[in-house]
C-alpha cells in the first residue's frame, strides 16, 4: 500500500514538473512580454501547445508511478489520472468563473480530463 500512494505521488511531482518547465518555455517562446504584474492575453496556439504538453505530463508521470509500483499498472496509472482529474477540476470549480488568470473557462476543466486521460493511458499501455 504505501509503495502504491509513494508511486502515484512521484508520479503526481514528476508531472508537475514537466509542466512547470512546459509553461516556462511556452511563454518565453510564445507570449510577448508585458508589465510587472500583468497577464499576457494567451492565444489559441498557446493554448494548444499547453493542452499538448499537459497531456504529455501526465502520461510521463503515469510512466514514473507504474514503474515505481511495479504491480497493476492499470490501477497506479488510473490512480493518478483521478488525483490529477480531482485536483484540476477542484481548481477549476474554486475559481470563480473558472479561469485563472486570462485563461479561458473551459482551459482547466479540460486539462483536468487531459490529466485523467495521459496516466491513465501510461497504465494501459503497460498492462500487457
Known sequence: MLRS?????AGFVVATIVVMAGTLVAVAAMLPAVGPGQ?????TAYLAVNLGYSLLAAFVGGEVAVRLA????????????LLLLVLGIGMAAT???GTQG???????????IL??????????????
Open 115 to 128: 490529466g485523467w486521460v495521459g496516466a491513465s493511458a501510461a497504465g494501459l499501455r503497460r498492462r500487457g
Open 5 to 9: 500512494v509513494g508511486a502515484i505521488l
Open 95 to 97: 475559481t470563480s468563473d
Open 102 to 112: 486570462n485563461q479561458p473557462g473551459w482551459y482547466l476543466y479540460v486539462v483536468a
Open 39 to 43: 497577464m499576457p492575453e494567451p492565444t
Open 70 to 81: 511495479r504491480r497493476a499498472p492499470v490501477g497506479h496509472g488510473m490512480g493518478l489520472g
